[in-house]
C-alpha cells in the first residue's frame, strides 16, 4: 500500500480540531452560537472543526475564550503551529530564493549521523555534481514562478554543503532507482560528470550507493516518494507542492521499513557501478 505523506501532518491538525470541537460541546455551544461570540461566520467553525482550515493563534484564543477555557488556549497554540510546521509549501520556503533553502539545511546536515535517502525521481542532492544541480534548481525555480532565480548560486550552495559525506562521524545510505540515471538534466557534458561523479561518489567510505535495477523481477515495495530520513528522528517527503516533515514514531518505523525493503532489492559495488557505466554510455 502506497504510503501517504501528508498523514502526520493533516492527523496533527485534526487533533486540533478535535479538542476546539471538544470544547465547544463541553460549553454547551452549538456552531452558530461559538461564531457569533468570536464575531466569525459559522461556517468558519465548521472549517475549523474538520481540519478544512487550520485557526490562526487569535482564532483560538477567541474560541477558548468563548468556551470558558481560556486556560488552555496557549497549549492548543503550540500543538496547532506545531502540526502546521510538518507541512511547509515551496512557495513559501523559496521566497528568498532557492540559495536561501540549501543553506537553511546546513544545521541539519551536521547535527545528523545516519543519512537514509531514496529517490525515484532524481539524483539525491547529497550527490549532485554542481551542474546537474544548476539544471535542476533553475528548472524548479521557473516552474515554480520564483522570482529569485539563483540556480547557480544554489547549485553551489548544494555542492558545499554536500562536502559532508566527507566528514567522519556520519553515513550516508542512498538508494535510487535505475530509471533515475537516464533523464537528462542539462547539457550531454553536465549529465556525463554528474554519472561519472556517480562512480566516484559511490566508493568513498563513508557512503553506501544502492541501484534498484529496471530489471528486478520480484519486488516487495513498489517506487514511491523520494524521501530522507535524518537518523531516526525525521523524515522529509518531497511533495510537488510542499514538503512534509514527518517525526511521529509510528510513521517513522513505516519508512525505516520500506527503506529496508528497497535496500534488499538493490545492487552494490561492482554491479551498481556497471549500472551507471550502462547509462553513461547511453548518452552517447
Keep these: 500500500?502506497?504510503?501517504?505523506?501528508?498523514?502526520?501532518?493533516?492527523?496533527?491538525?485534526?487533533?486540533?480540531?478535535?479538542?476546539?470541537?471538544?470544547?465547544?460541546?463541553?460549553?454547551?455551544?452549538?456552531?452558530?452560537?461559538?461564531?457569533?461570540?468570536?464575531?466569525?461566520?459559522?461556517?468558519k467553525t465548521s472549517r475549523i472543526e474538520n481540519a478544512v482550515t487550520a485557526p490562526s493563534a487569535k482564532d483560538i484564543r477567541a474560541w477558548a475564550g468563548a468556551c470558558g477555557a481560556s486556560d488552555q488556549a496557549q497549549d492548543l497554540v503550540t500543538q496547532s503551529l506545531n502540526a502546521e510546521s510538518l507541512y511547509s509549501e515551496w512557495r513559501h520556503q523559496v521566497r528568498r530564493g532557492m540559495k536561501q533553502l540549501q543553506d537553511s539545511a546546513v544545521r541539519l546536515f551536521h547535527?545528523?549521523?545516519?543519512?537514509?535517502?531514496?529517490s525515484s525521481t532524481m539524483v539525491p542532492g547529497l550527490?549532485?555534481?554542481?551542474?546537474?544541480?544548476?539544471?535542476?534548481?533553475?528548472?524548479?525555480?521557473?516552474?515554480?514562478?520564483?522570482?529569485?532565480?539563483?540556480?547557480?548560486?544554489?547549485?553551489?550552495?548544494?555542492?558545499?554543503?554536500?562536502?559532508?559525506?566527507?566528514?567522519?562521524?556520519?553515513?550516508?545510505?542512498?538508494?535510487?532507482?535505475?530509471?533515475?540515471?537516464?533523464?537528462?538534466?542539462?547539457?550531454?557534458?553536465?549529465?556525463?560528470?554528474?554519472?561519472?561523479?556517480?562512480?566516484?561518489?559511490?566508493?568513498?567510505?563513508?557512503?553506501?550507493?544502492?541501484?534498484?535495477?529496471?530489471?528486478?523481477?520480484?519486488?516487495?515495495?513498489?517506487?514511491v516518494e523520494t524521501f530522507h530520513m535524518y537518523d531516526d528522528t525525521l523524515v522529509s517527503v518531497e511533495c510537488l507542492s510542499a514538503e512534509v516533515n514527518i517525526t511521529q514514531p509510528s510513521e517513522i518505523a513505516l519508512y525505516i521499513r520500506a527503506f529496508e525493503e528497497l535496500r534488499g532489492m538493490a545492487v552494490y559495488g561492482a554491479e551498481a557501478r556497471a549500472l551507471i557505466v550502462k547509462a553513461i554510455e547511453a548518452l552517447h
Design 1 to 43: 500500500m502506497p504510503l501517504s505523506p501528508s498523514s502526520s501532518a493533516q492527523a496533527a491538525r485534526e487533533v486540533v480540531a478535535l479538542r476546539l470541537r471538544d470544547l465547544r460541546k463541553n460549553a454547551g455551544l452549538t456552531v452558530v452560537e461559538l461564531a457569533g461570540q468570536c464575531g466569525w461566520h459559522h461556517s
Design 111 to 118: 547535527d545528523t549521523r545516519l543519512f537514509r535517502v531514496y
Design 127 to 223: 550527490l549532485q555534481a554542481e551542474g546537474y544541480a544548476a539544471a535542476l534548481l533553475s528548472s524548479i525555480a521557473d516552474f515554480r514562478g520564483i522570482p529569485i532565480n539563483d540556480g547557480a548560486a544554489a547549485a553551489a550552495a548544494r555542492v558545499e554543503r554536500s562536502r559532508i559525506i566527507h566528514e567522519p562521524g556520519h553515513r550516508f545510505v542512498m538508494l535510487v532507482e535505475e530509471s533515475v540515471l537516464y533523464p537528462q538534466m542539462g547539457d550531454a557534458d553536465a549529465m556525463a560528470a554528474q554519472l561519472g561523479y556517480l562512480l566516484t561518489a559511490g566508493a568513498l567510505p563513508l557512503v553506501s550507493l544502492g541501484i534498484i535495477p529496471k530489471a528486478t523481477r520480484e519486488r516487495r515495495q513498489w517506487p
